[in-house]
């Protein structure tokens, strides 16, 4: 299957997965092809039945997330944790919320 996957900047590309393909799979491609840790990603799926993909949901098929081919997904990514006083909350985008 071949998803689509948004980032930060806006930027669109593809990635291509297997139509059996976990959420771990998806993200080990997003890591191959665009050099992102996927120890850090966080994928949003451009659903309002399906809208955050948690670390726990890794092991789960895409289908079961509610991933198919054509799906348009959001990566965002967890902070480093680099043990400083400031600290970061994640929030949902706008359009992502209602």
């Known amino acids: 299957m071949k998803v689509?996957?948004?980032?930060?900047?806006?930027?669109?590309?593809?990635?291509?997965?297997?139509?059996?393909?976990?959420?771990?799979?998806?993200?080990?491609?997003?890591?191959?092809?665009?050099?992102?840790?996927?120890?850090?990603?966080?994928?949003?799926?451009?659903?309002?039945?399906?809208?955050?993909?948690?670390?726990?949901?890794?092991?789960?098929s895409l289908v079961n997330c509610g991933i198919q081919d054509g799906s348009h997904v959001y990566i965002f990514f967890i902070p480093v944790d680099d043990e400083s006083t400031q600290h970061f909350v994640f929030t949902l985008p706008d359009f992502l919320v209602g």
């Open 4 to 60: 689509v996957v948004e980032n930060l900047t806006g930027t669109l590309f593809y990635v291509e997965v297997e139509n059996d393909g976990t959420v771990e799979d998806l993200k080990r491609e997003i890591e191959a092809q665009m050099k992102l840790p996927c120890d850090r990603l966080i994928i949003i799926l451009d659903d309002i039945c399906w809208p955050l993909i948690t670390k726990d949901d890794e092991k789960e």
